[in-house]
């Protein structure tokens, strides 16, 4: 049975932190995991307020890092859900910082999770279909399938080598 669709916006979910020297290198700059863990879990929150169920992270791709995040700056890590297919959702985030004296915001990191929901069994549960409204939304939703076959070959590929 088709599960009735959900807005992208439904699925928004967003955090802030600010940077302190414990999550930086030697650089002075933001360690890369410790960033990619926010990202993670937002994303999980985006998946998880759209399917209302249990996920697991199945795959993270496109992870740029495209500028630095220093000391001091303060960081809104965005997530929302692009698309899905039958139990699978493909959750968009994007961290950009600011300098709090400046006012100086800027994008530092992009990257695209994948998501499986889990039902109360633990497998792969359906969930209900994407409606993009924004320009944004519409776009990453109609980008998706390349997105996702990309995925799939890769996987096929890996697969072929283990």
Same mark, same amino acid.
């Given at each position: 049975?088709?599960?009735?669709?959900?807005?992208?916006? +439904?699925?928004?979910?967003? *955090?802030?932190? %600010?940077?302190?020297?414990? +999550?930086?290198?030697?650089?002075?700059? *933001?360690?890369?995991?410790?960033?990619?863990? !926010?990202? +993670?879990?937002?994303?999980?929150?985006?998946?998880?307020?759209?399917? #209302?169920?249990?996920?697991?992270?199945?795959?993270? +791709?496109?992870?740029?890092?495209?500028?630095?995040?220093?000391?001091?700056?303060? %960081?809104? %890590?965005?997530?929302?859900?692009?698309?899905?297919?039958?139990?699978?959702?493909?959750? !968009?985030?994007?961290?950009?910082? &600011?300098?709090?004296?400046?006012? !100086?915001?800027?994008?530092?990191?992009?990257?695209?999770?994948?998501?499986?929901?889990?039902?109360?069994?633990?497998?792969?549960?359906?969930?209900?279909? %994407?409606?993009?409204?924004?320009?944004?939304?519409? #776009?990453?939703?109609?980008?998706?399938? &390349? #997105? !996702?076959?990309?995925?799939?070959? #890769?996987?096929?590929?890996?697969?072929?080598?283990?």
């Amino acid at each position: 049975m088709e599960k009735a669709g959900k807005k992208a916006k +439904d699925s928004k979910a967003i *955090m802030t932190q %600010i940077i302190f020297p414990l +999550d930086t290198n030697h650089h002075d700059t *933001m360690f890369g995991g410790k960033v990619m863990e !926010y990202m +993670d879990k937002i994303a999980a929150i985006s998946a998880m307020r759209h399917s #209302r169920m249990q996920v697991v992270t199945a795959s993270t +791709d496109s992870l740029d890092f495209v500028a630095p995040i220093k000391v001091g700056d303060v %960081i809104e %890590i965005e997530a929302f859900v692009t698309r899905t297919n039958r139990s699978s959702m493909e959750v !968009y985030v994007s961290v950009q910082s &600011e300098n709090l004296f400046s006012g !100086y915001k800027t994008t530092t990191v992009t990257a695209f999770f994948t998501f499986v929901a889990l039902d109360d069994q633990g497998k792969p549960a359906q969930v209900a279909p %994407i409606i993009p409204e924004s320009e944004d939304e519409i #776009r990453l939703f109609e980008s998706a399938p &390349e #997105r !996702y076959m990309q995925r799939k070959s #890769r996987m096929m590929q890996r697969n072929a080598t283990i």
